[in-house]
């Protein structure tokens, strides 16, 4: 009877364990001419039903890293700006590599960089990377869609993450917004992109912020904004799952020593 129980115990300690594992992913991001991305953003989804899961950014050398996937069927895909890899089906039960995956087209955006006299669209800095996003197709949406997409910067669930980190501090013109996060993505998701001048994913903070802890993004609104009155109407639909029709209104009062801002939709 005994050697029964003992038995029963090993058995179901043994089944939750194998229940409970969880498995990491990792590999490294190239160009078609075999060149390592950096700050590739790479998502990790359900394969059922396309849900996001989790997600990563590459490293200095295209590499990530993605931990505690519980065992199941999924759906990986890696993006930089506009360019996209194909989805890679994996069956994760076991801790993966899965060697390199390509975006295709990367080497063509950075021969538009160099061809073009207007700034490149992504600067990388000692302490930040600067997104320049006004002459990309993102400027067209809202400003929480184009965070989205800058180099770097996951959103899962509509929580920021940044190298890993899910500590994010928003800014607007170097000010930090204290502000809930769901009244800043109200903000974001409402105000039109095609005001911003470029986007700032800071992983080194100034040492005013620095004690903090955690990262900043600094939104850096377009520098025609001079004091005075600037106001916006916009009309959007946007299609994804379910179509979305959006009308709202930008407002923005400079003068020179406030700021105030506005919106509606």
């Keep these: 009877m005994r050697k029964q129980i003992l038995f029963l115990l090993v058995l179901s300690f043994l089944t939750s364990s194998s229940f409970s594992q969880e498995y990491e992913i990792q590999g490294k991001i190239i ?66 590599d899965i060697g390199t995956l390509t975006i295709a ?33 993102f400027a067209d949406g809202d400003i929480w ?24 501090g928003i800014m607007i013109n170097g000010r930090k917004l204290n502000l809930p996060r769901a009244d800043v993505i109200n903000l974001l998701s409402g105000t039109t992109a095609s005001n911003v001048e470029s986007i700032e994913v800071i992983t080194n903070p100034p040492a005013k912020y620095s004690a903090e802890g955690g990262m900043l993004i600094n939104i850096i609104m377009k520098k025609n904004l001079i004091s005075g009155y600037n106001g916006a109407v916009f009309n959007r639909y946007t299609l ?13 009062f400079k003068g020179s020593k406030s700021s105030f801002s506005a919106n509606y939709s």
């Design 240 to 252: 994804g799952v379910y179509p979305k029709h959006t009308v709202g209104t930008d407002h923005f």
């Design 105 to 137: 087209n990367y080497a063509q955006v950075l021969d538009e960089v160099i061809v073009s006299t207007q700034k490149p669209r992504v600067e990388r800095k000692v302490d930040r990377l600067v997104f320049n996003i006004g002459n990309t197709a």
């Design 145 to 168: 869609e184009a965070l989205k997409r800058a180099p770097g910067v996951v959103v899962i669930n509509n929580e920021l993450s940044v190298n890993g980190s899910r500590d994010i």
């Design 31 to 96: 160009s078609t001419d075999q060149e390592a991305i950096w700050l590739a953003n790479v998502l990790l989804l359900s394969a059922l039903d396309s849900i996001l899961i989790d997600g990563s950014s590459t490293d200095g050398k295209g590499l990530f890293k993605i931990t505690n996937i519980p065992p199941g069927d999924y759906l990986l895909k890696a993006s930089y700006l506009e360019n996209e890899s194909d989805f890679l089906n994996l069956a994760i039960n076991a801790d993966l």
